[in-house]
């Protein structure tokens, strides 16, 4: 029996090992991770990340091939193959602060990979790391190693979160880098193909060297992202012009060239990957003497905070310049629908923005907890371009402005404004008539999202602004936004 050991049970090495190990019954799964609280969750019936069909596939394995422990040291000596999947944060302070991955974690994952071992292994870089952290690895473990071969892959992980199920059973492609060039790593490369193999087709495996393997999953997660500040820029235009952003984004990507998905207009993208992976890739680009580039996708994000502050800004303006003391409603929290995330969401510097001008905000969202929203708007944000235009609100301003509620209908309660956040299913159905009347007038609409049925908002009454559509009346008259 093959033994798998996943160091870091997080949003991906929970959900991918959870996968390997209903698709495998052969092969044995042991998660391991620091954190007590998160071993608990994992081994209980409620599940530390909530993820659609997460639930049924961990209970279907766990006790049998899968398991969660704390005992890391333990299962890492025991595993054949060793899979790295943990946080690779941007470092906040010291040499790259604001931009380089901070390889703490990896590092000492390694070194304890190196110390324990009595047999060789694989070791497979999970977690999202600059290229060529595989030569490191290499070094740390070959330093270390008692006469042990250790061989490193790098598999990069490409599940988006909210639908990590469905893109773990059926992924566009499994990408397997490794030392092609001898016969140690090209068996290794084999051994973790077989793995994938017993679900994922052959041609959806694509094998290639280690540091095209790295780079190929930055230079994704940056092309993603730059397509969601492309139609968002698009959007600001569409405002000023009166052409509408989802009829562009779906003229555009009619052209099979440039492809549907992807161009949804938003409040801003959001995410523990997109920001990190950028800002990584930037300063590689600049420790390789490549500023022009490092430029180029510095802008991406650019573009992104500009979406956030813009939509901040159109808000205020809107209200006649002050949204002092009024009760704003907030809908949805998290980064995207159907995750609890809250890691990089704009609904954070949304929020700030709005205590900043001394907003009441009373906020829902179906799956963030209270405890979560009041740590994320009082944790102090690290400025990364280091422009100081990062707003900080102190614990006892969130205290005194925020309130986190159970419903829709009880967020939207005397709102003179709601903001929609977040895209989840449920703020497309909700009875807008009842909000409305629920509201004092002019009642407003801001939906971060494209959410609502414009047309049938403005019919019931409500002021309605949503991103990159045509303005209303009422918006245009208000003075021009930065
Ligand atoms: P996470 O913070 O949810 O999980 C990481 C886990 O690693 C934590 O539970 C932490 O306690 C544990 N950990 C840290 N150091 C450890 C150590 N030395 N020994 C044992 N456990 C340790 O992070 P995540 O979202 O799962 O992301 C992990 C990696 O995968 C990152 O590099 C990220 O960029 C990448 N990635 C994330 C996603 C995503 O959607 N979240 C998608 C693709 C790739
Ligand atoms: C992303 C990548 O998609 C995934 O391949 C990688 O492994 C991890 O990073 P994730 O951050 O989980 O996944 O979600 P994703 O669906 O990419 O959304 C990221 C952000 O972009 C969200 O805030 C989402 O709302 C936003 N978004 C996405 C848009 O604003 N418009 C879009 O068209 C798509």
New binding site residues.
């Given amino acids: 029996m093959v033994k798998i050991c996943c160091?870091?049970?997080?949003?991906?090495?929970g959900p991918t090992m959870a996968v390997i190990a209903f698709k495998c019954p052969s092969v044995e799964v042991a998660v391991?991770?620091?954190?007590v609280p998160?071993i608990t969750a994992w081994n209980s019936d409620k599940l530390p990340i909530y993820e659609p069909g997460l639930d049924e596939v961990v209970k279907k394995c766990r006790g049998k091939n899968l398991f969660f422990s704390n005992e890391?040291e333990k299962h890492v000596a025991a595993a054949d193959i060793v899979f790295v999947?943990?946080?690779?944060p941007t470092k906040t302070s010291g040499l790259g602060a604001g931009k380089a991955a901070d390889l703490t974690?990896w590092e000492?994952?390694a070194r304890?990979i190196a110390d324990v071992s009595k047999s060789s292994k694989i070791v497979v870089e999970?977690?999202?790391v600059p290229v060529k952290t595989a030569e490191a690895i290499e070094k740390i473990l070959t330093h270390n190693s008692k006469g042990i071969e250790f061989h490193v892959l790098s598999n990069p992980?490409?599940?988006?979160?909210g639908t990590a199920i469905t893109d773990l059973f059926n992924p566009d492609r499994v990408l397997i880098g490794g030392r092609e060039e001898n016969a140690g790593g090209l068996k290794a490369i084999q051994t973790l193909k077989d793995i994938y193999v017993q679900w994922v087709p052959q041609e959806r495996i694509i094998c290639t060297n280690l540091w095209s393997a790295e780079l190929s999953k930055l230079a994704a997660n940056a092309f993603l992202a730059q397509r969601i500040s492309s139609v968002n820029s698009i959007s600001a235009l569409c405002e000023a012009t009166g052409a509408n952003v989802t009829q562009v984004s779906s003229a555009v990507g009619k052209d099979l060239r440039i492809g549907s998905k992807f161009l949804n207009a938003s409040v801003g993208f959001g995410?523990?990957?997109f920001q990190?992976d950028i800002l990584n890739l930037v300063y590689i680009c600049e420790c390789n003497g490549l500023p022009e580039v490092a430029n180029y996708w510095k802008q991406v994000i650019k573009i992104n905070d500009y979406q956030k502050n813009r939509f901040v800004n159109r808000l205020v303006s809107s209200m006649f310049n002050t949204i002092s003391g009024k009760k704003i409603g907030i809908l949805g929290f998290s980064f995207k629908k159907d995750t609890g995330d809250t890691r990089e969401t704009p609904a954070i510097d949304v929020c700030k923005g709005l205590l900043n001008d001394k907003a009441q905000l009373v906020i829902y969202d179906p799956q963030v907890p209270e405890a979560q929203i009041f740590k994320d708007l009082s944790t102090p944000k690290f400025d990364w371009d280091q422009l100081g235009s990062t707003i900080q609100i102190t614990e006892d301003a969130v205290a005194q402005s925020v309130k986190v509620v159970h419903n829709a209908y009880e967020a939207t309660k005397d709102a003179h404004a709601i903001c929609i956040l977040t895209e989840w299913d449920e703020f497309k159905s909700l009875d807008y008539q009842k909000i409305y009347n629920n509201m004092p007038k002019p009642a407003y609409m801001f939906d971060g999202r494209n959410v609502v049925d414009v047309a049938k908002l403005r019919q019931i009454g409500f002021i309605v602004y949503s991103i990159g559509k045509p303005l209303d009346p009422w918006l245009k008259d208000m003075p021009a936004i930065a």
């Fill in positions: 160091i870091g049970a997080g949003y991906v090495g391991v991770d620091i954190s998160r890391i999947s943990v946080n690779t974690y000492s994952a304890m999970k977690s999202t992980e490409f599940l988006a979160e995410g523990s990957c990190k």
